[in-house]
């Protein structure tokens, strides 16, 4: 495969799965504790993840030592994020408008953050990208 078509197969992925995570949380069922319902999610997902990596590594500690605070970092991300939406989409909001508002500022924070922090370009295009997506708020409230 050509560069170009494998720079599409992480977009896939992102794009296939983040649509599927908001269906399945707006259709977690109401009854469901919203922690158990991530619990369980977390769950089947690290199982699959320890397969994937024993299937592409094989057993041994031979990263262990090369985890840092980033995954305890990580790990409290995604139950921010996780229980954020879940708790927000069964307290009434939009499925179509929390998605999108909440991408854009993050969007916009980490157009930030990389600037300042990670050396990243910040060009006219960037700068018109963030009016776009500041537009598209204002346009949605």
Same mark, same amino acid.
């Given at each position: ?29 109401? +009854? ?6 991530? +619990?369980?999610? =977390? ?11 024993? +299937? ?21 991300? @995604?139950?921010?994020?996780?229980? +954020? ?14 998605? =999108? ?9 980490? @157009?930030?953050?990389?600037?300042? =922090?990670?050396?990243? #370009? =910040?060009?006219? #295009? ?16």
């Amino acid at each position: 495969m050509s560069g170009k078509s494998m720079d599409m197969i992480p977009l896939i992925m992102i794009i296939g799965g983040g649509v599927l995570y908001h269906v399945c949380q707006k259709a977690t069922p109401a +009854g469901l504790h919203p922690f158990l319902a991530l +619990g369980i999610s =977390f769950g089947l997902a690290s199982a699959a993840c320890l397969v994937l990596f024993v +299937g592409n590594q094989g057993l041994g500690a031979a990263g262990l030592h090369r985890v840092n605070w980033t995954s305890i970092a990580l790990a409290a991300a @995604l139950i921010l994020i996780e229980s +954020g939406y879940l708790i927000g989409y069964r307290a009434g909001l939009q499925l179509n408008r929390t998605a =999108f508002a909440c991408n854009s500022l993050v969007a916009l924070v980490l @157009l930030a953050v990389g600037t300042l =922090f990670y050396g990243e #370009r =910040f060009g006219v #295009r960037t700068g018109l990208g963030m009016v776009l997506c500041l537009a598209g708020l204002v346009v949605l409230r």
